[in-house]
Each structure stands twice: as structure tokens, then as C-alpha cells.
């Protein structure tokens, strides 16, 4: 009988320790990483650009880009609303669904979320006023101007902060 009851402590005790671990692994928070930026150009045109970007084991597992093209209520019209919805539109038709365009009083919003293994160009929109407002989408990931980011890429935490910031972001 004595053996019995020696043998029932070290299975609590070993029930205890695998809910607990099992509770501490459920809610481990994966580290993630937000920065933004807002660049002002001619006409007082804004883009303003927040990131957020999941890592997993020093990996990029994934990221939520918001790019968001504020304009001056006299370039709000239908032409210049038609024509940088369009510019947009190709420029990031290939993540397909992925990226969203959207029209929210004075500004158009291109939201990205990705997962899977897909390149985001950030700092990659710049406007240009000659006459009329011209917008410039850079589409070269090897371009020394731009960010570019894929899932699986090997970042620490530090590093990828210090990235962001050497472009001009602000990062949390």
C-alpha cells in the first residue's frame, strides 16, 4: 500500500510541470515588430506607411503592410483618384489578392498581408508634381532606396529594427 501512494506524488508532480509548459507554450507571444513612416511631397501629397512584421525563430513568418496616399482636397477628383488607384493596382498585381486598395475620404489605402512566400517592397511609392501629380512605384527589389522583405528571411529582432530605421522608419 505504501508503494502505492509513492508512486501517485511523482505523477501529480509530473502533471503539474507538463500543464504548465503546455500553458507557457500555448501562450508565447511570437515577437513582432511595428514600424512606420510618412514621407511629404509636393502639393503636400502624404504617404504614410506602417509595418507590421510577425517574427518566428528569427524568422519572418509575416507581415501587414499599410500604404496610405493622402491627397490635398484639390487633387481629390475622380481623374487623379482613377489614375493612382490604376498605378497601384499594377504595381502590386502580383500578390494578387493579397493586396487591397481602398478609398477612405481624402487618401487611398493599399493593405498587404502576407504569409507565404512573397516579396514586399516597402518605401517603394514616391510622388512627383509636374503639372500634374505623378506617381513613382519602384518595382526593383535590389534597389539601394527600397526595403525589400520575404517571409522566411533571417532577421533578429535588433537587426530588423536597425534596418527599418536606416530607411527612416519609427519603430515600437
Known amino acids: 500500500m505504501n508503494t502505492r501512494k509513492n508512486k501517485i506524488f511523482p505523477i501529480i508532480i509530473t502533471l503539474i510541470i507538463i500543464s504548465i509548459v503546455t500553458y507557457l507554450f500555448m501562450n508565447i507571444k511570437q515577437p513582432y515588430i511595428e514600424c512606420s513612416k510618412t514621407?511629404?511631397?509636393d502639393k503636400n501629397v502624404k504617404i504614410i506607411e506602417k509595418v507590421k512584421t510577425t517574427l518566428d525563430s528569427n524568422k519572418i513568418s509575416e507581415l501587414k503592410v499599410v500604404k496610405k496616399i493622402v491627397l490635398p482636397d484639390e487633387l481629390t477628383d475622380d481623374k487623379h483618384i482613377k489614375s493612382i488607384k490604376?498605378?497601384?493596382k499594377d504595381a502590386y498585381q502580383y500578390l494578387g489578392k493579397k493586396a487591397k486598395i481602398s478609398e477612405e475620404g481624402n487618401s487611398i489605402i493599399v493593405s498587404i498581408d502576407i504569409n507565404k512566400n512573397e516579396t514586399v517592397i516597402l518605401s517603394d511609392i514616391s510622388?512627383?508634381?509636374n503639372d500634374d501629380v505623378e506617381?513613382?512605384?519602384a518595382s526593383n527589389t535590389k534597389s539601394s532606396d527600397?526595403?525589400?522583405l520575404k517571409i522566411d528571411d533571417n532577421y533578429k529582432e535588433g537587426d530588423l529594427i536597425?534596418?527599418?530605421r536606416n530607411y527612416g522608419y519609427s519603430c515600437k
Open 86 to 88: 490604376l498605378a497601384l
Open 146 to 148: 527600397v526595403i525589400s
Open 127 to 129: 510622388v512627383v508634381y
Open 135 to 137: 506617381l513613382k512605384i
Open 39 to 41: 514621407t511629404t511631397y
Open 162 to 164: 536597425t534596418r527599418f
